[in-house]
């Protein structure tokens, strides 16, 4: 088991997770077999991975845990002791509400095809309202809408790029 490379865990989401092998940066051959082994795992979306940095991003639709016991059972890399910690505390807020919009906003362009996601069904609804507003007469209102609209559009530009949607 000593052979096997340490890794810390250096960003994570529901559905993207980083590691970093630092005795394994520069070593291209190493992160080619660990693509390749990741590459018949199922869940796993995407592989991405840099020697320069040592570095893996994966994104996938499993947990988090199985890639990773995947990854010391085939002796790819183990976290290390403090890494395991602190991988099971909780996210910040700001993460937990960029990935509860992520999928949503993954289940509205399923249930449309691709067609649409929250951001054109928000337009298209907001649209509507005030049209329907103005049908009332009520043109020069500020409504909970607008408020709700400026709210969500500054918390999506305060996310970093690496979480805004696809």
């Known amino acids: 088991m000593s052979n096997v490379p340490a890794a810390h865990i250096s960003h994570q989401t529901s559905q993207r997770l980083r590691i970093k092998i630092p005795s394994k940066e520069g070593d291209a051959s190493y992160f080619l077999s660990l693509k390749n082994l990741f590459s018949r795992y199922k869940g796993i979306e995407r592989l ?6 040592g570095s893996a991003l ?3 639709t499993i947990g988090q845990k199985s890639i990773l016991k995947y990854a ?7 976290l290390t002791n403090a890494n395991k910690r602190s991988s099971l505390r909780g996210t910040t807020l700001s ?12 289940k ?9 996601d929250i951001p054109v069904a928000a337009v298209l609804s907001l649209l509507g309202i005030g049209i329907y507003q103005i049908g009332r007469g009520k043109a020069m ?7 709700f609209w400026y709210a969500l559009n500054i918390f999506l530009q305060s996310l970093p790029k690496d979480y805004k949607g696809k």
């Open 95 to 106: 993460t937990t509400i960029s990935e509860t919009f992520k999928s949503m906003n993954n």
């Open 72 to 78: 010391e059972t085939n002796n790819l890399f183990r």
């Open 108 to 116: 509205v362009k399923e249930f449309t095809g691709g067609d649409a």
């Open 58 to 60: 994966f994104v996938h």
């Open 48 to 53: 991405e991975v840099n020697s320069v940095t």
């Open 141 to 147: 209102s500020l409504s909970w809408h607008v408020a």
